[in-house]
Nanobody, 115 residues
């Protein structure tokens, strides 16, 4: 079975940094585009960043200049480095895998940015 397991979410102060991880199993990881999405309470799920199977990265405006997505195919893991965090970054962050019409989601990890 396919599993995406996120980790790294926690309480952090405004201006701080976090690195989220997503470990994949049950898929050919290197063939999948990997991404991060987030959902804040009462708001629609939104896309944050994507790293393609070839390593190309793209970012939503919300995280541009602050966030960095990367992947380690040997470890079958995708990362999201988040710097200069703001209270509006508070959300559940979900890992996403996509290949040829198949979509997989992790359970999510909570990020709370607050003093």
């Amino acid at each position: 079975q396919v599993q995406l397991v996120e980790s790294g979410g926690t309480l952090v102060q405004p201006g701080g940094s976090l690195r989220l991880s997503c470990a994949a199993s049950g898929i050919i990881f290197s063939s999948h585009d990997m991404g991060w999405y987030r959902q804040a309470p009462g708001k629609q799920r939104e896309w944050v960043a994507t790293v393609s199977s070839s390593g190309t990265t793209i970012y939503a405006d919300s995280g541009k200049g602050r966030f960095a997505i990367s992947r380690d195919n040997a470890k079958k893991t995708v990362y999201l480095q988040m710097n200069s965090l703001k209270p509006e970054d508070t959300a559940v962050y979900y890992c996403h895998a996509h290949d040829s019409g198949f979509y997989y989601w992790g359970q999510g990890t909570q990020v709370t940015v607050s003093s």
